[in-house]
């Protein structure tokens, strides 16, 4: 009589999708500080992630503090803010610190997001220099491009993770509790049949 083994796996992992982007976010900022070539494609990556990451945040914030209401999830980030402001007095400044981050960060995503073409004009007036050949080598730039430089993705990151942290604070999630990156558990069940043979 020989026996057959049969096994039934069940895995689960629970999916924090503000961590997950952080992370995504923080690789692309650790890369862009490695390389010349393509840095500003990597910076406007990890600029547009901390975007996700931080919305996410909110999402996060709204399914565990306020399941009742059906709308926050289709709020503007602004509105996600002020209706957090409003329930928990954080009393946010958009204007200042790193809420103004926030809004610039924000504004920048969008016209990513929403990008249309554009026509650059510039005049100047510089002193001619016969020895000189790079007068029409000064690329123009957009204001996303102007905004893409690795200063404002680390001043976004600083900002965004002391506003999730202000936020976090005020509703009574513990600091350690923020971006972990969640678990996956197992478990296996295996079941012996004899062979009727």
């Not at 997001?113 to 007068?135: I, P, Q, V």
Request: charged share 30%; proline share 1%.
């Amino acid at each position: 009589m020989t026996m057959e083994s049969e096994y039934e796996i069940k895995s689960e992992r629970e999916f924090i999708a503000y961590s997950d982007l952080w992370h995504t976010a923080n690789v692309l900022l650790e890369q862009a500080n490695k390389i010349e070539v393509g840095k500003t494609h990597i910076v406007r990556a990890a600029l547009v992630f901390r975007a996700f990451a931080f919305e996410a945040f909110l999402l996060h914030i709204g399914a565990r503090f306020f399941p009742e209401n059906k709308q926050y999830a289709y709020m503007s980030v602004k509105d996600k803010l002020v209706y957090i402001d409003q329930k928990y007095s954080m009393g946010i400044n958009f204007g200042a610190g790193s809420f103004q981050t926030i809004t610039i960060l924000f504004d920048k995503r969008s016209k990513l997001a929403h990008a249309k073409d554009d026509r650059l004009n510039e005049t100047y007036t510089s002193k001619f220099d016969k020895g000189a050949d790079n007068y029409y080598e000064r690329k123009l730039k957009t204001d996303i491009e102007n905004y893409c430089v690795i200063e404002n993705a680390i001043k976004a990151k600083e900002d965004a993770q002391k506003s999730i942290e202000a936020i976090a604070d005020r509703v009574g999630i513990d600091k350690s509790e923020l971006f972990r990156m969640g678990m996956q558990y197992g478990s296996m069940n295996v079941t012996t049949k004899a062979d009727p043979l």
